[in-house]
């Protein structure tokens, strides 16, 4: 987007449909993989994600300091924003994808990428009204 799209609004909207993206990468790649032998699930970190494609490297979103005595918010987590669980298995062969539970976080994401469409929809049909 250019010019006058570059709106803070449309900007964090575009980078959490890039972070939905990238979960539904994720979470496809545990699904293809339910019948690995040690296979371990992955997730991403929606917070750590978002703060990374927002330009804070330290993967938390940055709070807005408008006066000294402020305190300044706390960042952690992994950059990428991809965790894998290491801790659990769901099966003797050491996997720990459970077909239920990664077809719910897929539906969850479907819903939250269809709301971050329906809100830039809203944004644009705003701009759209300003202009005529």
Not at 42 to 69: E, H, R, Y
Not at 88 to 106: A, I, P, Y
């Amino acid at each position: 987007m250019a010019g006058w799209l570059d709106g803070q609004v449309l900007n964090v909207l575009q980078k959490g449909l890039e972070s939905s993206s990238l979960r539904q990468q994720v979470l496809s790649n545990n699904v293809a993989n339910i019948d690995t032998p040690n296979f371990k699930r992955s997730d991403v970190d929606f917070q750590a994600v978002l703060g990374a494609a927002l330009g804070d490297k330290s993967g938390g979103l940055a709070l807005k300091l408008t006066s000294p005595q402020h305190i300044s918010g706390v960042a952690d987590g992994n950059s990428s924003g991809i965790v894998t669980d290491q801790t659990t298995s769901m099966r003797n062969d050491g996997n720990n994808v459970d077909v239920d539970q990664e077809m719910s976080n897929v539906a969850e994401n479907g819903l939250y990428y269809n709301s971050l469409t329906q809100a830039i929809s809203l944004q644009l049909s705003l701009l759209k009204m300003a202009i005529k």
